[in-house]
């Protein structure tokens, strides 16, 4: 933070703008403390209630967040674009960013060769008139979740996994309302779910998906929305196992008063089995996009769900952005038609799959318990965040702290082993057993 930087107003309309402003000019970054309520209202002179406004209105919009004695800070993503990225620490130069959570890009199968495809069939521009979710799009997608028990006679398309988890939210639960997540969970649906105006009820997560014990915690505690992780689950790498998923359909069954929401953002990168909770509720969504298999930029999902559901988000987007462009559904199209892509993704998964186990392993050798049953991502609980954060950045190692996506889990980092080579294995996991990482609690 700039410690120059001072909030000004003598209105709470004109303090919150004061902070709006620092946000977006990069002045106050994502992390940076607000100073207390009694210290900013001495400071410009008006009432301790008049800056609490303030800061309430910033928490509801989810500009900032308020975390008891650490008080209130801004927020990883705040819903405010900043016109000063660089306000980022300049990385060290030779580290290796390990903090990203992305696939790697060159594990992406190439577009190039479905753009030139598609160019050669195109036919006259498509108008207003044509547009919709072309049928043999939602034909492939219907085959691909009826192979995973997802039942899909009601689909939609969005623009990626998490477009259709707010149109979701925004479509069912009202500001202020609770919405269930996996703690730890991911830090953007976090941050989405803050700048809704909703509330985030933690509910613990371990290898096998988000426990009964939990989810039954949130339940009493009135949740109206549930949002699981499939598998991948970032940052944990757990995925919902046959016999969790047979106790949580059990815990659900029949649930009126909850929209559940499944996540399948990793897909077809997932080696493991899909044991859904699809059709638990009566009102539920699941949503798999084609990031990470594909690519990110392809800004693609196919949302099933319930009739009322998924008329509710088609017929929101229809006064809204429309649609997802055809443009677009037919690349995506092409790419699961065509068996040299799924060979690319299989090998991409086998490569994550192999980077992920063996850093895991590396670890447990060295006498370290990590997680990371799927996906692109390793949790490692350590005792302080910032001492093991600060020791691996110093051995040219970027990490994120776990607390972007920590709710009450306890303290750990996460590493995206997307791009790790083999060699880097060893070296990483010596320099994680030198980093005072030993005695992090389990999750
Ligand atoms: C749990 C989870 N869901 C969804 C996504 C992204 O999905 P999309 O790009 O389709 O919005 C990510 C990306 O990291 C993720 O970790």
Redesign the pocket.
């Known amino acids: 933070m700039s410690a120059r930087y001072q909030i000004s107003g003598a209105t709470s309309a004109a303090i919150s703008a004061s902070v709006e402003t620092a946000v977006r000019t990069g002045a106050l970054a994502p992390g940076d403390p607000l100073p207390a309520v009694r210290t900013l209202a001495g400071e410009l002179g008006v009432s301790p209630a008049t800056v609490a406004r303030a800061y309430r209105e910033l928490r509801q919009r989810g500009l900032v967040a308020t975390a008891g004695r650490h008080g209130t800070r801004v927020r990883p993503r705040p819903p405010v674009a900043a016109r000063r990225a660089a306000l980022l620490p300049p990385p060290r130069p030779g580290a290796r960013d390990l903090a990203g ?1 992305h696939p790697d890009r060159r594990l992406l199968p190439p577009l190039g060769p479905h753009l030139a495809a598609l160019a050669a069939e195109f036919g006259p521009p498509t108008g207003y008139a044509e547009t919709a979710v072309r049928p043999d799009l939602a034909a492939a997608a219907r085959d691909r979740f009826a192979a995973d028990g997802v039942p899909a006679d009601e689909l939609t398309v969005t623009g ?4 259709g988890i707010e149109r979701l939210l925004a479509a069912h639960l009202r500001p202020g309302d609770a919405v269930a997540v996996e703690d730890p969970g ?1 830090a ?2 976090l941050d989405l779910i803050a700048a809704l105006g909703l509330r985030t009820v933690g509910v613990p997560v371990d290898d096998d998906g988000p426990t009964v014990a939990g989810v039954r915690a949130a339940l009493t505690a009135g949740v109206r929305a549930l949002v699981v ?1 499939s598998r991948a ?2 940052p944990t790498g757990a995925a919902v196992s046959a016999d969790r998923a047979v106790a949580l359909r059990t815990l659900l069954a029949g649930r009126a008063d909850l929209l559940l929401i499944e ?1 399948d ?1 990793a897909a077809e990168l997932a080696r493991v089995p899909l044991h859904p909770l699809a059709g638990a509720t009566p009102a539920w969504a699941f949503v798999r ?1 084609v ?2 298999p594909y690519g ?1 930029d392809l800004r693609l ?1 196919v949302l099933a769900g319930d009739e009322a559901t998924v008329a509710r988000v088609a017929g929101r987007a229809q006064v809204g952005a429309g649609w997802v462009s055809t443009v677009l559904q037919r690349l995506v199209l092409s790419l699961w038609r065509d068996p040299a892509t799924a060979e690319l993704v299989r090998r991409a998964a086998d490569g994550y799959d192999r980077r992920r186990d063996g850093l895991v392993a590396a670890l447990a050798a060295r006498g370290l318990a990590a997680h990371g049953r799927t996906g692109i991502n390793v949790w490692v609980p350590v005792p302080d965040e910032t001492v093991a954060v600060t020791g691996l950045r110093d051995a040219g190692w970027v990490v994120a702290p776990g607390s972007l996506y920590r709710i009450a889990a306890a303290p750990a980092v996460r590493i995206t082993v997307s791009t790790l080579d083999d060699t880097d294995l060893p070296t990483l996991a010596d320099a994680l057993t030198r980093a005072p990482v030993k005695g992090g609690a389990p999750y």
């Open positions: 959570g990626g996994a998490l477009d991911w953007n649906l992780t689950q970032n996540d953002h996009s990031s990470k990110p999902a």
